[in-house]
């Protein structure tokens, strides 16, 4: 009895912990993305931004997922040729102990690239945020689409799943 019952009760944590957020729809041009419906979303030409909502008033940092769009017909580049320019100014801006992970991987059906990194001691809006990034790219026609996930370092764990979701949601449209 006490067997089913430690069963039960780890059967609806993983459930309760599987519990996806209500998602609002983003349609762009060429693609489509959902992001969390508590978050605000800030277009531009060529990108949106999801800021999360600040947990109190003394949140100074606002966790967030954009995409982006890069033109790159005045300057072709394959998925590796942006990876070494990526690499190269995160490099000079950050230092290479920066860098926690570059690897391959599939992304929305294209060869695509994730780096994770830190950005220490970052002066924002006057104020030193100690950030981790998380960014995916692929290049497709002349285009790179880039992805970043932002958060203050000690907060980096509890947006993940949500940014990842937010991330994995995107879709081509053509």
Request: glycine residues 2%; charged residues 25%.
């Amino acid at each position: 009895m006490m067997k089913m019952l430690n069963v039960l009760i780890v059967t609806i944590m993983m459930l309760g912990s599987c519990a996806q957020e209500k998602m609002n729809k983003y349609v762009a041009e060429s693609y489509e993305i959902s992001y969390p419906e508590k978050w605000v979303k800030q277009a531009k030409p060529n990108m949106v931004l999801f800021l999360s909502p600040q947990k109190n008033k003394t949140d100074f940092f606002q966790e967030n997922v954009n995409v982006m769009l890069q033109d790159l017909s005045s300057q072709p580049m394959t998925l590796e040729e942006y990876t070494d320019l990526t690499k190269q100014q995160v490099t000079q801006a950050l230092g290479a102990s920066a860098i926690i992970s570059l690897k391959d991987m599939n992304f929305a059906g294209q060869k695509a690239k994730e780096m994770i990194y830190n950005m220490p001691k970052n002066p924002m809006a006057g104020r030193n945020f100690n950030l981790k990034l998380r960014q995916i790219w692929f290049v497709k026609e002349n285009k790179a689409y880039l992805f970043t996930y932002t958060a203050e370092k000690d907060e980096y764990e509890n947006y993940l799943e949500v940014a990842k979701q937010t991330i994995d949601s995107f879709k081509l449209t053509h």
